[in-house]
């Protein structure tokens, strides 16, 4: 079943394979679950979250590369950062950025029930305004804001970013609206369009366009 055909937004519907592999997955762990029904009751928004599948996924690359320090945009409640900490080394720290308050309280309770609040720092405000007040380096970036502001935030992460680290960037597929003639129309598509364009004629780095869930972009500092 083509993506293009279910999840026209940020919605409920799963492709049957995503279904598939959810049931050849390890179950989500309780408190994420948790986290997950919070989120419905107080977000008008609650398929921004990660969601489980792409979550374990998280969970496994910093299990993999062990990073000491992680720099996420876009927060929310906190799900993608709990699964990001999750292969952080010992005195490792993750700082996280959002900009709107309103979900800053569940978020932080969510750490705390997770054993994450002396390691996770944050950042309520603009990302654009934190990240130039940041000291790298990172070892591993995730973005997962706005859309139009993608290539800035990649542009400015980049050089925080060790030779090495990896940085990824969600949503890239956009619920298949970059592909085609579509992928002028709104300007979410236009700044997705725009990133993946410029990370693929940008030769600081090796780059995998990953196709889990709404498309992962995957990017290897060299
Ligand atoms: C898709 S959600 C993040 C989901 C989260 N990473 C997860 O997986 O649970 C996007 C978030 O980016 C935040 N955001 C949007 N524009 C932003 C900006 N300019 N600076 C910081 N955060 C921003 C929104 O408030 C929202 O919480």
Known sequence: MSILNEKPQYGTTRPQ???????????EPD??????????????????????????????????????????IG???????????????PGGELLTIDNN????????SAFRKAGLSDIVRMYT??????????????????????????????????PLLRQGGFLIADNVLWYGKV????????KETRGIAEFNEHVRNDDRVEHLLLPVRDGLMMVWKK
Request: aromatic share 12%; net charge negative.
């Open 179 to 186: 592909l085609g003639k579509n992928a002028a129309g709104d």
């Open 75 to 89: 927060t929310f409640s906190g799900y993608s950062a709990i699964c990001l900490a999750a292969g952080l080394k």
């Open 17 to 27: 394979y995503e279904r598939y592999a959810l049931e050849y997955t390890s179950p």
């Open 101 to 108: 308050a309103e979900l800053s309280e569940l978020a932080a």
């Open 125 to 158: 405000d603009d990302a654009l305004n934190v990240i130039p007040g940041l000291n790298g380096p990172f070892d591993l970036v995730f973005i997962d804001a706005d859309k139009e502001n993608y290539t800035r935030y990649y542009e400015s992460t980049l």
């Open 31 to 72: 408190l994420l679950r948790q986290l997950t029904r919070s989120t419905h009751f107080v977000s008008t928004t609650p398929g921004m979250l990660s969601g489980h599948l792409q979550g374990q996924f998280l969970r496994f690359v910093s299990r993999m590369l062990a990073p000491q320090r992680i720099l996420e």
